[in-house]
């Protein structure tokens, strides 16, 4: 893959449902109320029940993993969390849009992508970067 | 009560070992919504060199978070879990977990503060099998709000 400094990968956009954050739940182990419990996720000051951000950190690996072709390929990924994916309690969910570009070439055939996750408009990850070692 | 600086390179004993199993790789990888064979299916990962079905970069954070969260118990950091959200993640991957991982993790406190009456703990949490091989990792800065 030829790859220089502003190539952009495929924009992806993720739909997330109130049913998505339970499967999520379940299968990481995270069961913070305020990921499914309106009451909870309101009482403590959020406008509704909120996506884990580390579910949303997964869906925006995705689109570096989708771009690499190999998930192997991704040595390091960090995130900050900074505004919550709002999930409202409907079939239609929140959206989630990852867009990415590359931000550096390093050494040894890897790559510094750089990622802008936004939802409802709003960025809801910061310095969001993976670098990953290109075939 | 402000974060303790003194706290900062404190390391807790190694936990017990963690299992990975192909069920639960397959079933995260369902929950994030990720067809990758490589996730799944035992041959079509050995074809692309693993020994097993891999994970998916983020599901380190099934082993991590629990090692991460359990500082907060530690009397002397003393942070309500119900204050906590998390702040930062950040994975450095020696290697793909795979399904057949015996996993250890040991956890360090990287940093302590308390900003603006917030307490922000960064915890450093190394993944290694059970013989010692490093496999990830995973460091997360929680924040606790400060009661206002």
């Known amino acids: 893959m030829s790859v220089e400094v502003g190539t952009e990968l495929p924009e992806q956009t993720y739909r997330v449902t109130r049913a998505d954050l339970v499967r999520y739940a379940g299968a990481s182990g995270d069961f913070n ?27 925006a690996g995705r689109a570096v993993t989708a771009w690499t072709g190999d998930p192997a390929a991704l040595a390091e990924y960090q995130v900050r969390f900074g505004r919550p994916v709002v999930v409202p309690d409907d079939d239609a969910g929140a959206e ?24 409802a408009g709003e960025k809801v990850l910061s310095l969001a970067r993976a670098v990953v070692t290109l075939p | ?32 919504g990720d067809p990758d064979p490589l996730y799944r299916d035992a041959e079509a990962a050995r074809a692309a060199g693993h020994p097993d079905v891999i994970a998916p970069p983020t599901f380190a954070i099934v082993v991590s978070l629990e090692a991460a969260t359990g500082v907060l118990d530690d009397p ?23 399904a057949g991982d015996r ?18 703990l960064t915890t450093r ?21 400060g009661e206002s």
């Open chain 2, 125 to 145: 949490v190394d993944l290694a099998t059970e013989d010692g091989e490093p496999v990830c990792t995973a460091t997360s800065m929680l924040v606790a709000r």
């Open chain 1, 33 to 59: 109320p305020i990921h499914w419990n309106e009451r909870v996720a309101t009482s403590v000051g959020l406008p509704d029940v909120i996506a884990h951000g580390m579910f949303t950190m997964a869906l």
């Open chain 2, 103 to 120: 996993l250890v993790a040991t956890t360090t406190i990287e940093n302590a503060r308390t900003v603006a009456g917030n307490d922000m």
């Open chain 2, 1 to 32: 009560m402000a974060l303790d600086p003194g706290l900062v390179g404190r390391s807790y004993p190694p936990s017990a070992v963690y299992e990975v199993g192909r069920a639960k790789i397959a079933e995260f990888a369902t929950a994030i």
């Open chain 1, 96 to 119: 989630v849009t990852v867009r990415g570009k590359v931000g550096a070439v390093l050494e040894d055939g890897r790559v510094r992508v750089d990622l802008t996750v936004t939802s």
């Open chain 2, 76 to 98: 002397e950091v003393g942070i309500d879990y119900s204050r906590v959200v998390h702040g930062e993640q950040r994975f450095t991957h020696h290697r793909p977990i795979r």
